[in-house]
């Protein structure tokens, strides 16, 4: 690989992706609000605009048009009870972790068939079941990623283009800390993005005749003895 995309790489699992990548002489365009704080081709970026993503997608048709993934990594919690949730955040919400995905991909999916470039969504491991308490929002926008996954793995079955959707449990980054304000509890316990990063690097480098069209990554609560 020479050149990947990344959304939301100036923080956590995006970022640690983008630091593996540029460890390993692959180029990264990162897109995001906020420039990173390592060397990189930056495109100030808010997902949650439509004519942002378009700018966005415009500058790399221009600028870098052979690439070999795109990662949609950017995404955004929400922890509200059924009966407290308000329109301006679940619409923030499915904008980030849904439909700018969704629309960022439709507007390189030329280049992506051209490249023979691979796509990876990271979702979250509440996509793939009925998820937790005063999440019902969060959980709902990663159940809609991981089915543009599914519906882009039939759009590109004619290509050599790989689509992998990604399920990742809870990692020790600022993720929800960001949202709250409060450090997460007993964080040793929690992922180290970078080893997730190690995998997405792995599963991107395998040959192009292995597909692995869905990856779901647990934390393993270990039972202590009494």
């Known amino acids: 690989m020479n050149r990947i995309i990344i959304t939301g790489a100036s923080d956590g699992l995006a970022k640690q992706l983008a630091l593996k990548c540029l460890e390993n002489n692959i180029k990264v365009v990162a897109l995001c609000r906020r420039k990173p704080d390592y060397e990189c081709d930056f495109i100030k970026t808010d997902l949650s605009k439509e004519m942002s993503i378009i700018e966005a997608c415009n500058e790399i048709k221009g600028k870098f048009s052979e690439f070999d993934a795109l990662i949609n990594c950017a995404g955004v919690i929400s922890l509200q009870k059924v009966n407290e949730i308000t329109y301006d955040e679940l619409n923030n919400l499915m904008l980030v972790n849904s439909i700018a995905p969704m629309f960022l991909t439709s507007q ?5 068939k051209e490249n023979q470039a691979d796509i990876i969504n990271v979702g979250s491991t509440c996509g793939t079941k009925a998820g937790y308490e005063e999440q019902l929002a969060y959980t709902t926008s990663k159940w809609a990623i991981r089915g543009t996954s599914y519906n882009l ?7 050599n283009s790989r689509v992998i959707q990604l399920n990742v449990g809870g990692m020790n980054t600022k993720f929800h800390t960001k949202y709250n304000g409060k450090e997460i509890e007993h964080p040793e316990e929690w992922m180290n993005p970078k080893d997730i990063a190690d995998i997405m690097l792995y599963t ?10 869905e990856i779901t990554i647990n934390r393993k609560n270990v039972k202590k003895g009494d």
């Open 108 to 112: 390189l999916i030329n280049l992506i």
């Open 153 to 159: 793995q039939v759009e590109l079955k004619k290509y």
């Open 204 to 213: 991107l480098n395998l040959p192009k005749n292995i597909e692995i069209s």
